[in-house]
């Protein structure tokens, strides 16, 4: 699994607009409960994470019985399902074996809108190569749920390359995915109006490094 070539694609064959769309209303749905003071936000239904002002809670404990009438076992079901076709898509375009590839963290979804940084978490527009953030990320992927332009501006994916940049606008139901390493330098635009949703999904090569997909409490 572990990388044996370099490189970066987008599609928009993987995840139907509807599919994505249901996706951001759980995303909303679970953000409405907390959220940070500053421009970004994040949900993490494997770990239970979600901003809360300065600090991080979870979601599960924080807010115990509430769960259920935020998410349903059908919105669990989906967000696997997705996920799954996300790391298929991913395998066959490295020419990788899908088993001997891990779902890890941190993976989640992401609210970006203008409001001015409070803490360091909020500042998402620092250029960075993710093995070097996250460690265990071998492949990084980001399922767009909003579209650059309509529902936000700035918010684009930025790959710093040494020739010049290459830029991939969100769309609702786009999948940008690559290989986590030096090769792929990017940055986030600052978002100027407007909310963006996505879902970063990373992968590892390294079992031990695995999480698995969440469930209902």
Known sequence: CTPLK??????DA?????????LRRLAE???????SEGGASILDLHSGALS???QFVNIYRYFGEQIGEVFTQEDFQLYSDVRARIQAVVAETFGLDPA???LT???????IN????QTQHDEY???HIDKVTYGSFDYTSLLYLSDYGSDFGGGRFIFMDPSGNRTVEPRTGRVSFFSSGSENLHRVEQVTWGTRFAITVSFTCDPAHAITDPAMP
């Open 6 to 11: 370099c490189g970066r694609a987008v599609t």
């Open 14 to 22: 993987v995840v139907t607009r509807e599919e994505a769309q249901m």
């Open 29 to 35: 749905r679970g953000l409405s409960l907390a959220g």
């Open 52 to 54: 809360m002002g300065k």
């Open 100 to 102: 001997l590839m891990f």
């Open 105 to 111: 963290k941190p993976t989640f979804f992401s609210r």
């Open 114 to 117: 203008s409001t001015l940084a």
């Open 125 to 127: 527009w620092h250029p």
